[in-house]
T-cell receptor, first 116, second 114 residues
């Protein structure tokens, strides 16, 4: 298994441009998450999904959109990029269902985004 | 606001010593607790999970949970320079839909000196 993969690794955007951060997992995990990590600020949840076709907002969703058309893929869309979106973005997934009580999340390698 | 607090450090220990990392959380409904290790420029890596009060040991790592005090800690025995990293405490509140989300602390930077 490749685990959780993310592309691209690095990206520089100009203010107002848009882009999609890709995330995929090959572990058949139902749950997937997008976080951003700013220096010294910990991880903040942007959006999450509990299965294909179901997404919900996290703590900091403004300026982002997601979709989940398949179990494997969970892309994050940035519209009209702003300097405040300069950050490192991590995708994560976790197996199981609520009944399984398995809550460990596994992270992808991250995408480092700079908006100038 | 559900909060997870960690001392940002840096915590500096000599090689071979015990490193003790601490975390407190605000939500008494929290049921699941995790420690992640994050090397500089890398993604978080899960190293321990703990769900019940008491100690859980895995190799050189021991996680300790005290729900009454809302406190979780990570002990690293025989610390090695390769343990130098930021350690993130994460807490999941267990009730209904909120089971799906983790709240992370800001992390403690650990430096192990040879």
């Amino acid at each position: 298994n490749a685990g959780v993969t993310q592309t691209p690794k690095f990206r520089i955007l100009k203010i107002g441009q848009s882009m999609t951060l890709q995330c995929a997992q090959d572990m058949n995990h139902n749950y997937m998450y997008w976080y951003r990590q700013d220096p010294g600020m910990g991880l903040k949840l942007i959006y999450y999904s509990v299965g294909a076709g179901i997404t919900d907002k996290g703590e900091v969703p403004n300026g982002y959109n997601v979709s989940r058309s398949t179990t494997e893929d969970f892309p994050l869309r940035l519209e009209l990029a702003a300097p405040s979106q300069t950050s490192v973005y991590f995708c994560a997934s976790r197996p199981g269902s609520f009944r399984d009580k398995t809550y460990e999340q596994y992270f992808g390698p991250g995408t480092r985004l700079t908006v100038t | 606001q559900k909060e997870v607090e960690q001392n940002s450090g840096p915590l500096s220990v000599p090689e071979g010593a015990i490193a003790s990392l601490n975390c407190t959380y605000s939500d008494r409904g929290s049921q699941s607790f995790f420690w992640y290790r994050q090397y500089s420029g890398k993604s978080p890596e899960l190293i321990m999970s703990i769900y019940s009060n008491g100690d859980k040991e895995d190799g050189r790592f021991t996680a300790q949970l005290n729900k009454a005090s809302q406190y979780v800690s990570l002990l690293i025995r025989d610390s090695q320079p390769s343990d130098s990293a930021t350690y993130l405490c994460a807490v999941m509140v267990g009730s209904g839909g909120s089971n799906y989300k983790l709240t992370f602390g800001k992390g403690t930077l650990l430096t192990v000196n040879p």
